[in-house]
């Protein structure tokens, strides 16, 4: 090349790789151009979009005289690579040399205050701007609208756009989606139809901006209305406007409206189907979710990691189970088998449909295993009583030098808990303690649990304590290992103070406490509590757990007139369970005609129930000792 070639290295440099501007680079200095001031600006422009700020740095300052196209290009490199304090540090060193900013030099600048949120030194630029009569351009006005909209000054925003000779679609734009970000969706309506009254209509931006801003301030009420904005103006077959629709009515529960959508888009990415299929897995609607799988493959669109990983998400129960494996075949025949996120997914999938098996089949056959992977598979041991299982894996991770994550914790307390490892409770909650997520609201319920089941109900209290908010599953927490570890007092005084406290309990709370008041003969209490929990959410009676623990209750003060009113009032059917609690009652009183009736019941729906049939010999053993001891007083 001849120096005459500048326009070819700086046309060279526009369009390389970074090694291929390596090679530029060396080749200028050869011909001695590393000095020409567009071949510098050219290398900037690189070096910034390879994301080399340090050669971009040095490319700048190899001129000892810098114009202000090279001024403008360091400033964008910086602010456009996400360094905004070194683009404006830039801009205050080219003001110390003197030398005057240009438009493009300010856009670069506003920009930078953009990303670093920066409105005092926004305000500067604007002063210095309106000094030097640039207000006017469209471009600039229209920048300075997104920063003060952004930075949270949206009547600094409205009177740039008031000030500007003349308002276009981009103007309008940026003044809508200020108004519409800030969660002023009412604002950014009105503002929507002032501009169509004007003769300016909106474009697919505009849109884009209302619809993002919905999920955090809008209702659907408001999306509905966006929506029909979009198909008055004609950009109801706009793939990226659709899949915004689709996204919204779907994470609302409008399934409906979000299918309605979907079926009206012409042009469907990978993307549509991926927002629809996964919209229907997210709401149970496991079926439909396959069924589309089916047809996206049936038009000749293969399926992403993304998608897979909606569709494993589908098959998380029984049910789908076969179509959790023909995925997973699918997976690995498109070569994602390595895929550690897709891995985790399908060690959930299979451990949610009871195959735990498969899910530690899945964990042995992956070649690389992240702080996810490790989790699912433990909380899958967890969930299935495989608690020894947990506290190896937990302990081989760590091996592995892998940093558990707040649900690897969650997963070998739960499972400390349950098989009473105290000193490895002990061990993991120092490891807790050390960590980054001591104050997790769910670690530390767990290991209030953990702590009241071992019995150790000081250090319970005192994790109780140290909690930043003590919420409802605190209590619970605390509640249902005191039930556990057989402290019904203590249980229930907590209860108390729970509810004294405003906090609603849950089923499983009642069910604790009614559990206690069985143990402790507290008849009329447990009655109190059957009756106020059978209010709460569902429908009175229809309590499973609450059932059974009342049926102990009157079962165990021996009120069997109690007992048979309660099971002819339930509404759903008995099961051989309660049956064999009342025989167990029975068993305590010697109560051999009640126990009779129960006994025929258990065998009508077990036919050779052993547990029945050893419990009702108890109870004529008891009736029998129980006559000796009447005879003998007589």
């Known amino acids: 090349m001849e120096k005459s070639d500048e326009p070819t290295f700086v046309w060279s440099l526009q369009a390389c790789t970074l090694d291929e501007g390596h090679l530029i680079h060396c080749l200028a200095v050869r011909h001695g151009m590393e000095q020409c001031p567009a071949i510098v600006r050219a290398l900037i422009d690189m070096y910034g979009r390879c994301k080399c700020l340090t050669e971009m740095d040095n490319a700048f300052h190899s001129l000892s005289n810098k114009n202000i196209l090279l001024w403008s290009a360091i400033i964008a490199g910086y602010a456009e690579q996400g360094y905004p304090s070194k683009a404006l540090s830039m801009f205050d060193k080219l003001q110390e040399e003197m030398v005057l900013p240009d438009k493009i030099t300010y856009l670069y600048a506003i920009k930078a205050c953009i990303a670093a949120e920066s409105l005092e030194k926004g305000m500067q630029l604007y002063c210095q701007i309106v000094s030097f009569g640039l207000e006017s351009d469209l471009g600039i006005g229209s920048t300075l609208i997104d920063m003060f909209s952004k930075c949270g000054s949206l009547r600094e925003a409205h009177a740039v756009f008031n000030s500007l000779p003349q308002q276009n679609v981009v103007t309008w734009s940026v003044l809508v989606s200020g108004y519409a970000q800030s969660g002023y969706i009412s604002v950014a309506f009105e503002l929507l139809n002032e501009m169509q009254e004007k003769g300016v209509y909106p474009d697919r931006v505009i849109f884009l901006c209302l619809l993002s801003a919905c999920p955090s301030f809008g209702t659907v009420a408001q999306c ?82 993304v998608i897979l990983l909606c569709v494993i998400k589908a098959c998380c129960n029984e049910e789908a189970l076969q179509e959790g494996r023909s995925t997973h075949h699918g997976i690995i025949h498109r070569g994602f088998g390595s895929d550690v996120v897709l891995g985790s997914a399908l060690i959930d999938m299979y451990s949610k449909c009871g195959c735990v098996d498969d899910a530690y089949g899945v964990f042995n056959s992956s070649k690389y295993h992240d702080v996810v992977s490790w989790t699912a598979m433990m909380t899958a041991f967890t969930q299935h009583g495989q608690d020894f299982s947990t506290l190896e894996l937990f302990h081989k991770m760590k091996e592995n030098r892998i940093e558990p994550n707040a649900a690897s914790f969650l997963a070998v307390v739960k499972s400390c808990g349950n098989i009473g490892a105290v000193v490895q409770g002990q061990l993991i909650h120092n490891l807790i303690v050390k960590s980054e997520f001591y104050s997790d609201g769910y670690l530390g319920n767990a290991l209030i649990y953990m702590y009241a089941t071992f019995g150790r109900l000081k250090d319970a209290f ?146 050779d129930d052993g547990a029945a049939y050893a419990l009702m010999s108890n109870i004529y053993a008891a009736a029998h000792i129980r006559e000796n001891v009447v005879k003998s007083k007589q």
């Open 462 to 607: 005192k994790v109780f304590s140290t909690l930043p908010e003590q919420d409802r599953i605190s209590w619970e927490a605390l509640i249902g290992g005191l039930s556990q570890q057989g402290n019904f007092d203590l249980a229930r005084r907590c209860f108390e103070i729970m509810q004294q406290k405003g906090l609603v309990p849950q089923d499983t709370t009642y069910s604790n406490i009614l559990s206690a008041c069985s143990h402790g003969g507290e008849v009329n209490e447990g009655n109190i509590y059957f009756k106020h929990g059978g209010d709460q959410e569902v429908e009175k009676y229809t309590k499973t757990a609450h059932f059974n623990c009342m049926i102990d209750l009157f079962g165990r003060a021996g009120h069997f007139d109690k007992v048979l009113s309660i099971i002819e009032d339930m509404a759903s059917p008995m099961d051989v369970t309660r049956w064999h609690i009342v025989l167990g009652a029975c068993q305590k009183w010697g109560d051999v005609r009640i126990g009779r009736f129960a006994f025929e019941r258990a065998k009508q729906m077990e036919g």
């Open 224 to 305: 509905k209305l966006i929506h029909d904005q979009i198909v008055k103006h004609g950009f109801h077959l706009d793939a990226v406007l659709g899949n915004s629709l689709v996204d919204i009515y779907g994470n609302c529960g409008y399934l409906m409206e979000a299918r309605r959508v979907f079926d009206k888009l012409t042009n469907r990415d990978i993307y549509s189907w991926c927002s629809m299929i996964s919209i229907y897995a997210e709401n149970g609607v496991t079926a439909t979710a396959l069924q589309l799988f089916k047809t996206m493959q049936k038009e000749s669109i293969q399926p992403n990691e």
